[in-house]
């Protein structure tokens, strides 16, 4: 058990539609970083927060978003849904903002988009 | 960016050194190297890092040359546990830079 906790572990919904992915980080830990898996892309990174603010943005599309709330934990959210956002998405947490720390994963949300 | 290769899969047999390698041509001075493992669904799982020559800790070694072009990760005498997919992620500290690696499917034998 790594210490991150995210909620749903699974998600069915269908096109178009908007989903709500929450990552609760290690307990002390500042920076949160959402991933997206997919058997084409691989592990792609979306986006980091530390201490609520954005610090870095990876291959995150626009109709996707992020925030880390006070109590650090996070949400990612994806609205008007397609096939192709089918994935694992996964949060990882670390105590500073720099990248160059171990991160600790959580064991995703899987999503299913039909 | 960085663009990471690495072998798609590698069988090995248990007791055996297991030696993988990723290619990450393009490295920017300050980016690190670093390593996961992942079993099926779960997510990826902090093995080891380093920025230059040798790194060692309780379950492996990672070997970056002087020109940091690759690194290879060193598994001491694998078990059938060490069966999963393993991650190289090329990533700077602050900056856009954060890569990972397609991913090796080592498979260890009996």
């Known amino acids: 058990d790594s210490g991150v906790t995210q909620t749903p572990k699974h998600l069915i919904t269908a096109t178009g539609q908007r989903v709500t992915l929450r990552c609760s980080p290690r307990s002390g830990d500042l920076s949160v970083y959402w991933y997206q898996q997919s058997l084409d892309q691989g592990l792609q990174f979306l986006i980091h927060?530390?201490?609520?603010?954005?610090?870095a943005k990876g291959n995150i599309l626009e109709r996707f978003s992020a925030q880390q709330f006070p109590d650090l934990h996070s949400e990612l959210n994806l609205s008007s849904l397609e096939l192709g956002d089918s994935a694992l998405y996964f949060c990882?947490?670390?105590?500073?903002?720099?990248?160059?720390?171990?991160?600790?994963f959580g064991q995703g949300t899987r999503l299913t988009v039909v | 960016l960085a663009k990471t290769t690495q072998p798609i899969s590698m069988d090995s047999y248990e007791g055996q050194e297991v030696n993988i390698t990723c290619s990450h041509n393009?490295?920017?001075?300050?980016?690190?190297i670093t390593w996961y493992q992942q079993f099926p669904s779960q997510g990826p799982r902090f093995i080891i890092q380093g920025y230059k020559t040798k790194v060692t800790n309780e379950v492996a070694s990672l070997f970056i040359p002087a020109d940091r072009k690759s690194s290879t990760l060193s598994l001491p005498r694998v078990s059938l546990s060490d069966t999963a997919v393993y991650y190289c992620?090329?990533?700077?500290?602050?900056?856009?830079?954060?890569?990972f690696g397609p991913g090796t499917r080592l498979s260890v034998l009996p």
């Open positions: 992620l090329v990533a700077d500290n602050y900056g856009q830079n954060f890569v």
């Open positions: 393009n490295i920017a001075t300050n980016d690190y």
């Open positions: 927060y530390y201490n609520g603010e954005e610090r």
């Open positions: 990882a947490s670390s105590p500073t903002g720099t990248r160059n720390t171990e991160a600790f």
